[in-house]
Structures are given as structure tokens and as C-alpha cells.
């Protein structure tokens, strides 16, 4: 049996595995059928391969140009540096003085896991994968082999949404599918228990095969059609030469799902792994007791399941409650059958073709001057297979022709190429830069002087207005993350490790309360008297579960990120716009350090209680003689115009 979900389709219930592999299947294929039907889902497998240098073989003579200039790889790469060129984003916060200690430790420790678990490579793989595909997922897990959080980059072809409700959150579906290739001996060994229910779906080393375009692949399956049996141990032979080997792989399905399930037994279900003792105890901070009538997974289902066994399914084990994946799409639009959004470089295919053709063409009329035509006149006496024979293009050649008439014979070149044909692939690939919405610079550096900063300021608006949006996107997506992190820092991040990060900062009354050793408060929220704030009696002896403390806990910090603040290059004219401000005295110096991002201002030791407004932090530092200092030498600039940087490196202010 069953439950009806919200679209009205029976869940299967745990008890029920054949059924529920059976509700998988569906699910998958329903997942796949759903992003197959997207606009620029066929065009994913070949962008990736024109990003790799792989285009399609055209059908030339090898006499022709074969050369292909790879503008579409570069601007993939530029699209991945001048999307992950961010600024410090990880920034918790609170109104409330007493949960400040916690607000910069939840920093401290987003800053050591952002890099010390490569988060920021798996970010920038989700940005190429992005810039491929038009949408790409990152996965955060809690990986027991390291004891931390790691992010994986998912393709978002692995990433089956089922029936979601909106286009812009993996939160919003119904079911979400991460669908893997795993080796099949790697799942036996993780789950020995189903060892013998975990098959192979097929040698990995056949399906490259199958999907590959080589020589090799080619005359394997041309071999492999071959009616005659003589050859197929020569066949056996040389596919596992050609291929290196066969292994065998396993699709492995992680499905989490919103499943509305009530406990219609008369007594409380244990949720998670718990002891057999007399008294059974939760075996990980995930575990809960589902009441009489209560829903069994308040915060999700999981599942974990291959094709033909069912190797986990259980709550949620993130106290965050939501899908432990978040939706990576640069360039969204809420139109029909745009649910992976658009890939930047989908716009530039055809021009990368163009360009590939333009530099074929010059390079074939740069072989006709080294090697031009032959024009033999037939009454010079020289034969044809001598004619042929002579190579314009080598050096030091001599000649012969036999007495007659006729002129005997010349070289017969080309001529000159039009300017605009020559012109032609700097401006297709500037055109493919402008449309894939990365600027270059360089253009700019390029005529000899460097610009005044207003004209810098000018191009960098005009070139990041793309960038900017995409910006938006991204932020977006990490604050979907930084939310996740801040329960899962919470949920597994011990005062052990707190201390290793921050010393003796890292300890908090909150680690020495009746639950110690834990960031999160044993009373917080509706434990305390709101009269009185001291606990509640019934708390003190029955006190709340720690997964529905934190989420209370957590409601008094918060993940800042400001529009359009997340790119370094989306973060240029406000930079310039802080400095102007505080030049003249509408600022404080703390405030302006702030926004450029420098580290180790030290506002608790020049502030001391922050005043939290501009008004009041300079009414507070003037107090203390800590302004903008201006040099009494020399005429003052009257800051008509921003600052302007010369070539000698000296900076000139308009007087």
C-alpha cells in the first residue's frame, strides 16, 4: 500500500520494494522524457565536443585547409573565469548581540570549507557546465570518509526533476532524481548486504564505445556486422586492445522525494537507525520519533536504489529539510520548455563554423602564393609528367625546356585578398564574444594608452550588463547553499573542529549548556518564557530534539548576499561610487573598507560597539580623530571628475 502524493499518484511505502523500484523506473523515465523535450537539450553533447576542439569532419580534399581556430573553447573559458571570479560571499549575520559569536564562527567555518574541500573548483565546474548545457547542479553531502561536506558537480542531464513546479529551484519538484555510472564492484562493496541483488547494466567500455566517433570505435562495429565467424575472436581481441579493457557499471539512482506519509499505526515509529537495546537510542543526529498521526518525513524522503534493488530509504538526513542539490542556470527564461535555461554558447555555434571557414579560406589563398598555379604553354615541349613533377613551392628549383616555339611556362598567382575578407574572423569573433556576453579588455589596451577611468567605467557597464544578470543567477543559486551550509555546519561541524578553526574562539556557552559539545542552544525560541526568558519547566525535563532546535536557532542568523554584488566585475562601479562618497566625507573610512573588501579591518577593535549605521560610525570616529586624511600640500582636487590613471602609473585628479 500506499500514500496519494500531491499530483495524486501512490507513493509506495518502504515495505514495498518491489513496487517502489517499479515507482523509480517511472519516475526516471518520466525525468528523462521531461528534459529531452527542452529547448537545447540536442545541442549539449555537440557544444561540449566543440568546446574540446571536436568538430564535425567536413567532406574537403586533403589538398585543402583542414585548420580550425577553437574561438568557441576560449570564450568557454573565459566564461568560466569571469563567472567564478567572485568576491567573499559567505556571510551570515544577526540582529541579535547574543548569537554574534555564532554569526562569525558560521563564517569561519564557510571560508575553510569553500576551500579547504576545493568547493570553489566544483562552483567552476558547475559554471562550465553551465555554459555547455545551460543548467548544471551542485550536490553537498556529508561524506563519512572525510568527515566533512564535500560539493559535486552533476551534469543537469543526471539531474531528473519530476513534475516540478516552477523553473528556478530543484525545491519545487515533486521527486529529484540524481542518476550516476558507478562501478559495480564499488556499490557491492558500500552496501555488502545487497551485494547479491547488484548487477551490471552494461561494460562502461562498450557504451564509450558505442558513443564515440573514432577510427578504432568504427572499425569495431564495422567488424563487429561481419557475417563471417572467423573473425570474431580477431574482433574480441581488438576491442580489448583498442578499448583498454571492459568493466562492469551500474546505474545508481539517489531519489528524494516530498512524500506526505502518516503514521496510521496506534503507537511511535522510530525513524533512522536506532539501537535494539531496551531502550532504544538514535544512532545519529538524524533520527526522530514520528508520533500517532504524524508525518513520517516532515523533512523528505530518500532513497537510493539501482536498477534492480533498493539499497536505502529512509528520512531526510539533513536537518536543512530540503534537497541537498541547488539549481545552477546562468541565463534563465520563464517561457515554455526552458527548464535547463539557454547555454551561452548555443548563439555561437554556427558562428564558430563561420570562423572556421573564413581561416580556411586564408590559409588556402596563402598556399597559392607559396605554391601557385603552373601554366605550361603546350608548345614549349615540355611534357605533362614533367610539368608535374616540378614543386613551386621548394626552393632553389631549376628548369629545363627543350627547343620550340611557345612561351614555355610561368607561375601564375593570386590576387591580393579584399581587406574585409582578411578583416573577416577578428570581426566574427568579436561578434561571438559580444553575443556569448564576455568582454575583452584587451581591445581597449590594445590602442596604445590606457583609458581614463570614466571611459573604463563607460566600457565596463556597457560590456557587464550580461554579466550582471548573470550575476543575479548565481546569487540566487548560493544563497540556496549558504542556507543548506549554515544548518549543515550546525548539524555535524563539533566543538572539536570549531576549536581546530577558530581556538579558543570556537567555544560557545552553548557548548557547555545540558546539551553540551553542540552550536545549537538546548533552550532557544518557544523553550523560553517569553515574560521571563528563562526555560520553560517542561523543557528542562522533556527538552526539544536538536533538528527542530536548530531550525529555531537559525532563525536569528541570516545569508546576506546584495544584488549584484556577487562578481568582481559587477562590483567595479560600486567600488568606484564607495570612494567618491568617502573622499568626500559622506562615508566612514570602516564603511568604504567594507565594500572593497579588505580583510582584517578590525571593527570591534576601532568600534567597538558598532553603531550599525553610516551616520552613527562617523559621528563615532570623528570622535576619535579617525577621518580621511588629505595631504596639505599642492591645489585640491574638486572631484569633479573620478580619478584618472596615466601611463606612468601617477594618478591625476581634476583640480
Known sequence: MGVLGDSGVIIPVADDPLNLLGYLREAVQEGDNFLRSQHGYLKIDLTQRMIMGEFAADLRSADLSQVTDNEFGSIALQLQAQNTDTRPFFLYSTKNPSYSAQ??????????????RQANMRFSDGISGCAAGGTSCLW???????ADYEMRYI????????RPSSYHSYQDCELLIIRQERSTNELKRRWPSHADEITKDRDASTAEAAEADTYSSKVISAMGRSPFSLYKEALAKAAASMSGGKFPVTDLFTCYIHDPSINKTDRVKLMGPWSHDARPRPLRNWCYEVDPGERLYPGGRTVVATNGAVLYDGPNSYWHDQFPVSKLTLIQFPYPKCYLGKAPLWDII??????????????????????????????????RSSAEKIRTRKAG????????????FRFEYPPPLPAEIINRPDAIIGRMRSIAQTFDMQ?????????????LTAFMSAQTSGVRMMSRTLEACMSE?????????????????????????????????IDPSVLVPAFVGDDLDPATGSPKPERLT????RRSRAKDYLRYLSFDVKPNSMLKAAHQDEELKYMQLARGGFIDPVTMLERMDFPNIGQDQILGEDPGTVVGRLLKLSEMNIVGQVSSAGRKSSGQNPPQLKGSGAISETT
Not at 140 to 146: F, G, L, R, S, Y
Request: proline share 7%; with cysteine.
Open 103 to 116: 554569526a562569525r564562527m558560521l563564517n569561519a567555518c564557510a571560508e575553510h570549507w569553500w576551500r579547504a
Open 155 to 162: 551534469d543537469g542531464r543526471d539531474a531528473l526533476p519530476v
Open 542 to 545: 522533556s527538552p526539544r530534539t
Open 350 to 383: 554556427e558562428w564558430q563554423r563561420e570562423l572556421n571557414e573564413s581561416q580556411r579560406a586564408i590559409a588556402d589563398h596563402t598556399r597559392k602564393f607559396v605554391e601557385p598555379d603552373l601554366v605550361v604553354d603546350q608548345n614549349s615541349g615540355l611534357s
Open 397 to 408: 628549383g631549376t628548369f629545363f625546356k627543350r627547343p620550340g616555339p611557345g612561351d614555355g
Open 140 to 146: 553537498t553531502t556529508w561524506n563519512p570518509d572525510i
Open 443 to 455: 581591445s581597449v589596451l590594445n590602442k596604445g594608452q590606457l583609458p581614463a577611468n570614466e571611459t
Open 481 to 513: 547553499v549558504g542556507t543548506q551550509m549554515a544548518f549543515n555546519f550546525v548539524q555535524n561541524y563539533t566543538k572539536a573542529m570549531r576549536l581546530t578553526l577558530l581556538g579558543p574562539l570556537g567555544a560557545t556557552p552553548q557548548d557547555f549548556d
